[in-house]
């Protein structure tokens, strides 16, 4: 739960970039359209990333028992990674 929120943080951070360089590229004297649209960009992926880490949390939290159980049936060795599941 805590790396969605601290992702959900960083994802509030991309989208004040991304404001910041949309307003610093109207007021740039030079590619000022370069700076716009990585700005706009910018904001857009952290308000999409934002809406799927709180989806996620909200799915850990309510899901939380089944996640532990698929945890317990995959297994990580040497040589690849297994899912065993008993029925």
Known sequence: KRVYLINSG???????AGVVMV??????RTNSEVYSGLG???????????LFHNAML????????????VMDEIHVTGSGVGYIHKF
């Open 10 to 16: 960083i994802d509030i951070a991309f989208v004040c």
């Open 40 to 50: 706009k960009s910018m904001a857009l992926q952290g308000a999409l990333l934002l």
């Open 58 to 69: 909200n799915a850990h939290g309510r899901y939380n028992s089944r996640w532990l159980g």
């Open 23 to 28: 307003k610093y590229g109207e007021a740039a």
